[in-house]
């Protein structure tokens, strides 16, 4: 056929039966991998490739829905048992997830509308339990933090009580910024503090010995009192940020250079 429309490239019944060839070669890969799929009980795959066996493969139609029949059979079965096995470990959410992959393949039968039924409420409240245990954690951590009001627009600050408070040292952290009900946000702040200025411009990091940049741009703004002299920089804090303040954490040295 490819020879053919060589020289016949505008022959409507060469592409067409080029197009057929083509249906049946991949009908048939299909039915091969979904067959391979339901040997190994891996119903939902065999699902997704016998689906598209098509009725023009004669030779494998018949053969493919008795397939499709047979692993939607043993799909319903072993969700029904995977979904009971999950309730009874008080895994809702999961069980849930189990009849909800399974209803996406098959008609559900009356025992998974019932157990779906069941699980609904119980993943729901397991989802509100998990939601408050991690607020409690969060409360937690905000207790241990000291946080200051602009008194100006109500913005709130929380940063770690191991911050120095007053400007005149020399630091590099992180804080979290909220107003109102607003999302919070996170920033990452560098701060030199000394006697004499130094007109920072950039700043590196060397940890164990891994030199990187801190990323925090060129805009670092400057004041000075009672014979201090500070400079600093005060960004939003990036993914890069946190990876790095996580590897200084975990460093048996960390040292900066201005």
Request: proline residues 1%; aromatic residues 10%.
């Amino acid at each position: 056929i490819t020879a053919a429309l060589a020289d016949n490239e505008n022959n409507a019944q060469l592409k067409a039966l080029e197009n057929k060839i083509d249906d049946l070669q991949n009908s048939k890969t299909k039915f091969e991998v979904g067959s391979n799929f339901l040997t190994e009980k891996n119903y939902q795959s065999a699902l997704d490739e016998l689906k598209y066996v098509v009725e023009i493969d004669t030779a494998r139609f018949a053969q493919a829905q008795s397939k499709i029949d047979q692993a939607k059979t043993a799909l319903a079965v072993e969700a029904l048992a995977e979904a009971q096995n999950l309730k009874g470990k008080k895994k809702y959410n999961d069980a849930l997830a189990v009849v909800n992959r399974a209803t996406a393949y098959i008609v559900a039968s009356a025992e998974l509308k019932a157990l779906k039924a069941e699980l609904e409420p119980l993943a729901l409240a397991e989802i509100k339990r998990a939601e408050e245990k991690q607020l409690a954690v969060y409360r937690n951590a905000l207790k241990k933090m000291r946080v200051e009001k602009d008194k100006f627009n109500g913005t709130k600050f929380y940063t770690d009580r191991s911050t120095p408070y007053y400007a005149n040292y020399s630091t590099f952290h992180l804080y979290i910024g909220k107003n109102g009900d607003s999302d919070p946000y996170l920033r990452f702040k560098v701060r030199y503090s000394d006697e004499d200025w130094l007109f920072v411009e950039s700043a590196s990091i060397n940890i164990d010995g891994d030199i990187r940049d801190l990323d925090v741009g060129n805009e670092w703004e400057r004041d000075n009192g009672s014979g201090d002299i500070w400079e600093w920089v005060d960004v939003n804090a990036t993914e890069s940020h946190l990876s790095l303040v996580r590897d200084v954490i975990k460093s048996k040295k960390a040292v900066i250079r201005y």
